[in-house]
C-alpha cells in the first residue's frame, strides 16, 4: 500500500482543524457562561437565556473551520397594555 503525495498533510490538516475549531468553540461556551454570570441549566430572572448554537465558518491556518458559536435569546419585555395570547 502506497500514499499519494499530500495525503498525510491533507489527513493532518484536516485533524490539526478539527483540534483548533473543538478548542475555540469550548473557549465561547466558557467566555458565554462568564457573561451570562451562571451555568447550563441555572435559571436568574432579567438574564438572557441560552438559545442554541450557530454554526460559523471561518478561514484558518489549515483551511476552513466551522465553529459552534453561541447564540442568546434576547430578553423579552411585555409592552404595559398589550395581550399576552
Known sequence: ???QP???NAVI???VGSVIAEA???QLIVE???ALGRQDYERVTGSPSR???KLV???GLFGRMILRRPVLSPLRRWRR???TL
Do not use: V, W, Y
Request: proline share 4%; charged share 20%; hydrophobic share 40%.
Open 32 to 34: 458565554r457562561d462568564e
Open 13 to 15: 490538516a484536516a485533524e
Open 57 to 59: 465558518d471561518l478561514p
Open 24 to 26: 475555540l468553540s469550548a
Open 51 to 53: 438559545n442554541g448554537f
Open 6 to 8: 499530500g495525503t498525510i
Open 81 to 83: 397594555g398589550t395581550s
Open 1 to 3: 500500500m502506497s500514499l
